[in-house]
């Protein structure tokens, strides 16, 4: 299923280079912002994609976050904080998306 998604993110990329790199800018531009470590930031965009209920959004981030230095548990606390804020089902949904990017492959 993220094939997919990475690959239909390459389509668009192909096929409208210019809003996709303005896209990408924009990140990084919002990243360079502030004083937020790389690692902080992914944790902060993990959540918002759980909040927007955003599964891809959430493998994203995982990934990104990992990549930044975060572990599995920073990861999973990150989104079980959120549980008085989004409610405990969209958090359960959040951890099963964040679980298919941290458990190994069976």
Do not use: C, N
């Not at 690959?7 to 409208?16: E, P």
């Not at 759980?50 to 959430?58: D, F, L, M, R, Y």
């Not at 359960?92 to 458990?103: F, K, N, P």
């Amino acid at each position: 299923m993220e094939e997919i998604k990475v690959a239909h993110y390459l389509k668009v990329k192909q096929g409208s280079p210019d809003f996709i790199a303005a896209v990408e800018a924009l990140g990084q531009a919002i990243k360079e912002s502030g004083p937020l470590d790389e690692k902080t930031v992914q944790l902060v965009q993990l959540a918002g994609a759980a909040a927007i209920h955003s599964e891809g959004a959430v493998h994203s981030h995982v990934r990104r976050a990992l990549e930044a230095g975060a572990g599995a548990k920073e990861i999973r606390q990150s989104l079980i904080a959120l549980t008085s804020t989004i409610g405990f089902p969209t958090v359960m949904a959040a951890l099963s998306w964040a679980d298919e990017m941290l458990e190994p492959k069976r």
